[in-house]
């Protein structure tokens, strides 16, 4: 009913930059928030940018400065520009939000299939 689409991932060099794109699609009444969460191998999946309905963000430590993330609620989409990457920020990024469909009066999380971030030389 509700898809979460990931898109703009791949293989870039230190320093580089990446620019992820996610949309939401489907019986879509409204959306809360948006987020990027990442998940590298071994590793516990983790917050790294989240974005309400008015705009206030909110970024883990590791990406301040570097990461922004925004949206456009007439399209539905969220953004999470990556700039100065390093190898440490290789990982699978999913794109999370909190809404609420037109047959529900709940909000409920829904997650995208991941795309593959790849920082390397």
């Known amino acids: 009913q509700v898809q979460l689409v990931e898109s703009g991932g791949g293989l870039v060099q230190p320093g580089g930059s990446l620019r992820l794109s996610c949309v939401a699609s489907?019986?879509?009444?409204?959306?809360?928030?948006m987020s990027w969460y990442r998940q590298a191998p071994g590793k516990e999946r983790e917050l790294v940018a989240a974005?309400?309905?008015?705009?206030?963000?909110t970024y883990a430590d590791s990406v301040k400065g570097r990461f922004t993330i925004s949206r456009d609620n007439d399209k539905n989409m969220v953004y999470l520009q990556m700039n100065s990457l390093k190898p440490e920020d290789t990982a699978v990024y999913y794109c999370?939000?909190?809404?609420?469909?037109?047959?529900?009066?709940?909000?409920?999380?829904?997650w995208g299939q991941g795309t593959q971030v790849t920082v390397a030389s």
């Open positions: 974005i309400s309905s008015g705009g206030r963000t």
């Open positions: 489907g019986s879509i009444f409204s959306i809360n928030s």
């Open positions: 999370n939000a909190v809404l609420r469909v037109v047959t529900s009066l709940n909000y409920y999380n829904y």
